[in-house]
């Protein structure tokens, strides 16, 4: 077939496509236009002195046909990403982007410019199943000429991945929830061909994500939808390259609004106030300083032009992007991938979150994963803090962490078994016993020790919540539990004195188990009057590392689903100086599984019930149990102690660092 001149290539476009009688001649026709178009681009493209140059040399420049240049025009209409496409003119697109496709070695972005930013600002949300595919056709093989398009084509898909904004407050309706996973696979589909045929574009795309990335001001929306499309791109060959990348980029989104929250942004919904107004009035002057602090924290965000007091918002923006990364790794592990992950995971969580003594939720990212898989990921987890907290080339502030972070994990993970916490908790009590030997070489100082009164703490933290249970744990002799073969008189009882330096309220409640399970001989006591929460301060530090615990009550509502059923609650731990019998305990635990704060139940024993009874008589709600629940997790520093009363552990309110 003859080539097309300009004027029938006008005619059967304007006709539409039922005018053409074959692809080829559609492709023939855009072929004439763009070549005609880039041939005589002189008229328009090319700079005044190599036109004349090019003159000087006897080669007469070529002007553009007026028809040419009307069929060009013609084509920018069509292919017009702010056009309202009715069905005629999506048929005509579809038409014109499978000729484009066809003719992609006659585009040229000196010529061309204007069409193809056309291209890559095309929205394909609105289109049907053929012009997407058209239009994705023809982005894969511009990203596949060498050296020219490969950027474009990356920002367009990456643009794609939010739909414009007028669908964004539509998008959790079935259709659009049905389109939107179409076009996440469509556009995973085109980046894989790409990555296939330019094995760089994996690096590129690196790059473009960092430019496009979500920040905390953005729509929970299009958070919501850039992160799911994202973190699909882990279902495809390019994760394999990638996955670390990608996890990174959300773990950083995730906590850069975790720390601009405040713990009064959490708590403001009806149900929640109150929950902590008891523990802020125990503050002394320190403590209170980093609550001022807290309150501030949103002030970075002042510069980039939004209120930093309406924090609240970063609330359910978070909660949101919790349930998108929770569902990740739940269908990582339905597809047998997540076990290859947990390298990738732990390095991500050393890089980023460790240190992040301010972040409140982005941690429970990997308390999830590891229990979705407790026999590898739950106990590689733990032996790894471990090691760091052992580890001698560590920095203080990280070891420091590392133990804080055991000590919470052991406690709350409900999946992680009694042997493990035993076999970890020895680890633990023999280095502490290493340390303090020979104890005449050191000098009580709790800033010098800093690191030995963090494992303390630690011991006696995970012992309030698993005394019980760990009694249970057998030595070589079977009818003796293993912790009475634990050192652990010498080692609190000492020169250095950690009884002294510890929180207070961990100090009380642990006194209170480890007495009543008679795990100490008699001549070992404790000075309740020697007790100074002044010194717990001088080991904490600036970061005040003697508060931080970070699996903390997990207070995101909407994600909370996804925490709770394997996250032990303080009015769900059993006590050694409880009265309950166990089959009770079980029957409650099974009964209350899915309150955020189980109720007490009625005890017999009034002593009990006496010791419980303001919050007692509130429990008729599940507003009142969740308050009841997190009253009584307070680590506080108090002056005086009730006996009686289990240990109060607070939210973390150490500084950023």
Request: aromatic share 12%; net charge negative.
């Amino acid at each position: 077939m003859g080539e097309m001149t300009g004027e029938h290539m006008v005619e059967h476009v304007a006709a539409g496509e039922e005018e053409y009688a074959s692809d080829s001649e559609a492709f023939s026709s855009i072929y004439y236009v763009l070549d005609s178009v880039r041939k005589a681009s002189f008229y328009f493209k090319v700079p005044v002195k190599i036109w004349k140059q090019t003159a000087a040399c006897g080669i007469e420049p070529k002007l553009v046909d007026t028809n040419d240049k009307a069929q060009y025009d013609y084509l920018l209409t069509i292919v017009d990403p702010s056009a309202r496409f009715g069905p005629d003119e999506e048929a005509l697109l579809t038409t014109a982007l499978k000729a484009m496709a066809r003719a992609v070695s006659r585009i040229d972005t000196s010529y061309h410019d204007s069409l193809l930013s056309n291209v890559f600002q095309m929205r394909i949300w609105f289109f049907g199943f053929d012009t997407r595919a058209a239009l994705l056709e023809l982005i894969i093989t511009l990203a596949a000429v060498p050296d020219k398009y490969l950027e474009g084509c990356l920002h367009m898909l990456v643009s794609n991945f939010v739909p414009p904004e007028r669908v964004l407050r539509w998008l959790d309706q079935p259709k659009w929830v049905i389109r939107k996973r179409e076009i996440h696979q469509e556009l995973h589909t085109c980046l894989q061909y790409i990555f296939q045929y330019v094995p760089l574009a994996a690096f590129k795309l690196s790059s473009v994500l960092d430019k496009t990335m979500p920040r905390p001001f953005d729509s929970k929306a299009k958070m919501n939808a850039y992160v799911e499309c994202m973190l699909g791109l882990q279902r495809e060959e390019i994760g394999d390259v990638l996955s670390a990348t990608l996890l990174s980029k959300v773990i950083n989104l995730l906590s850069d609004l975790d720390v601009n929250i405040t713990w009064n942004d959490v708590l403001q919904e009806d149900q929640a106030i109150g929950i902590f107004d008891m523990e802020l009035e125990d503050l002394d002057n320190h403590c209170l300083q980093f609550a001022e602090d807290d309150s501030q924290v949103g002030a970075p965000f002042n510069n980039r032009g939004f209120n930093s007091n309406n924090n609240s918002a970063f609330v359910e923006k978070l909660d949101g992007l919790m349930v998108v990364v929770c569902e990740h790794l739940k269908s990582r592990v339905e597809s047998g991938r997540l076990l290859t992950d947990y390298n990738m995971f732990m390095d991500i969580f050393r890089t980023s979150v460790l240190r992040l003594h301010k972040s409140k939720f982005t941690q429970f990212v990997m308390f999830y994963a590891c229990s979705l898989d407790p026999e590898i990921w739950g106990l590689k987890f733990a032996v790894d803090l471990v090691e760091i907290f052992l580890s001698t080339s560590e920095d203080p502030i990280s070891r420091m962490s590392a133990v804080s972070y055991l000590a919470s994990y052991l406690s709350r993970a409900k999946f992680i078994s009694s042997s493990i916490v035993a076999s970890i908790l020895t680890r633990l009590v023999n280095w502490c016993s290493d340390y303090c030997n020979p104890i005449w070489e050191r000098i009580f100082n709790p800033e010098a020790h800093q690191i030995y009164y963090s494992a303390c703490q630690a011991v006696m933290y995970i012992l309030c919540f698993r005394m019980r249970e760990l009694l249970d744990v057998p030595t070589k002799l079977p009818a003796k539990s293993f912790l009475f073969d634990l050192p652990l008189g010498s080692i609190l009882c000492n020169r250095l004195d950690p009884l002294k330096v510890c929180l207070p309220s961990i100090v009380q409640e642990f006194r209170q188990q480890a007495k009543a399970a008679r795990l100490f001989q008699a001549s070992f006591t404790i000075d309740e009057n020697a007790i100074d929460s002044a010194l717990s301060k001088a080991f904490g530090g600036t970061q005040r590392l003697d508060i931080f615990f970070p699996f903390e009550p997990y207070l995101l509502q909407e994600s909370d689903r996804f925490i709770r059923p394997n996250f032990v609650y303080w009015s769900r731990a059993k006590t050694t100086y409880s009265y309950c019998n166990s089959e009770e305990e079980d029957d409650e635990d099974e009964e209350l599984q899915d309150l955020d704060a189980p109720r007490i139940s009625s005890d017999p024993i009034s002593s009990f019930k006496d010791h419980y009874d303001d919050d007692y008589n509130n429990s008729d709600g599940e507003g009142d149990d969740l308050e009841y629940s997190l009253n009584k997790m307070s680590i506080t520093p108090k002056q005086t102690f009730n006996l009686h009363m289990p240990a109060k552990i607070r939210p973390s309110v150490s500084p950023l660092l």
